[in-house]
């Protein structure tokens, strides 16, 4: 099994920033991969980001590009999300996951509530 546990969420201004992080641990050979995705009232869950841990290569959603960040520590078995310029758009629920590759995430952490008030 995969465990995965957010930390990071809150409460935050428009305009403002927060770091999401989260923590890995279990089936090693599963978790080439770790990205973000999440889920506002009313809608379904969203992509925002990926990263692979050989190379480095990383994704985004077109909603958050030039202003969020992945970036993992493959040592700590961390991702982090750095999330910069946020708007009330960005509200929602943020689910780390991670997989073998940046398009099939299929272990979930809990989440982490992110609310960006205007």
């Known amino acids: 099994q995969v465990q995965l546990v957010e930390s990071g969420g809150g409460l935050v201004q428009a305009g403002g920033s927060l770091r999401l992080s989260c923590v890995a641990s279990?089936?090693?050979?599963?978790?080439?991969?770790m990205g973000w995705f999440r889920q506002a009232p009313g809608k379904e869950r969203e992509f925002v980001a990926a990263i692979s841990w050989s190379g480095g290569l990383t994704r985004y959603a077109d909603s958050v590009k030039g202003r969020f960040t992945i970036a993992g520590d493959n040592a700590k078995n961390t991702v982090y999300l750095q999330m910069n310029s946020l708007k009330p758009e960005d509200t929602a629920v943020y689910y780390c996951?991670?997989?073998?590759?940046?398009?099939?995430?299929?272990?979930w952490g809990q989440g982490t509530q992110v609310t960006v008030s205007s």
């Open positions: 279990g089936r090693t050979f599963s978790r080439s991969a």
């Open positions: 996951a991670t997989g073998p590759t940046t398009t099939f995430l299929n272990y």
